[in-house]
């Protein structure tokens, strides 16, 4: 069976990070406030100050974040940001990301299904756990391969290649200052490009739209190295170092507030036109004109029949999908 993850990608809440050159962490609130539309429960920042990560979390609206790193500045022009939906471990400052063990701070959306399986071996190996959240167990088995003795990328891939489920994640580490591994399985991640060589991640296009317009979709199962100043080196699900092509969005900062409707849903309505636009574009090449589909590891003819497997709004698309597929390509869908 082969399984493609797109659409879903609400209620998986928000990440956004920056290496940059002017503080991180008010341009990250904004970024945050640019994925408000996804629902959220609590929210937190990280940056890196003189390489030391500090950071500030609060339960609620962002506006409450806002309130603490007005009594509480937070400096440094390295960070993460983070809007939650809580699966495990209430919604509470505690339990708020980024979690932070060991040197190294980590923003994750999803769920990492065997976190039990992670936690027990961590403390059995004498680790103590601060929060109820299943996303703890990424920066403790990462601190475990910083103290074993791997360098902060070779204990991130280490670390990312034991969970199991459905996430996208950043981190940072204490005294690199010009670097973030990000990662993404199953949960959508953009990384774009500034003019003065800053680096951004966003989870989508739209929390990235006003710092720059170049940006690069990462792709399923990929685990990347950003760097200041550079493109970021991408490795897929097997390890294979790989080009993601950078494109330039047309999404402008203006598409992302309420505007002048009276509600979200409202404003999606009636921004369908441009949404479906900006879809098909991932599959169109501007400089040929040609459609582009990806590579299927399979031959398309040779398929017997089709599941979509989808809830909400994407089980009406997946209908939609069934009536084209059935009376174009005579193919059954389930
Ligand atoms: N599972 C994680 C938690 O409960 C992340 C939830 C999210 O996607 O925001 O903390």
Known sequence: MVVFP???????????????SAPAAPLLLEALRRLEYRGYDSAGIATLVGGRIERRRAPGKLAALARELERNPLGGTTGIGHTRWATHGEPSERNAHPHVSGGVAVVHNGIIENHLELRAELVA????FETDTDTEVIPQLV?????AGADPVSAARRAVARLQ???ALAMIFEDH????VVARRGSPLAVGYGEAGEVYVGSDALALAPLTERIQYLEEGDFAVLRRGRPAAIFD???REVQRPVVRTELSGALVGKGNYRHFMQKEIHEQPVVVGDTLRTFFDPATHRIVLPDLPFDPLAVPRLAAVACGTAAYAG??????????ARLPVD
């Open 6 to 20: 797109y659409g879903g990608e609400r209620g998986m809440c928000g990440i956004v990070g920056v290496i940059g």
């Open 125 to 128: 190996a004498g680790h103590v």
């Open 143 to 147: 601190a475990a391969y910083r103290r």
């Open 165 to 167: 489920g459905a996430f």
């Open 177 to 180: 200052e010009d670097l973030m």
């Open 237 to 239: 699900a097997t390890g």
């Open 319 to 328: 209908l939609v999908g069934r009536y084209w597929f059935e009376r174009l």
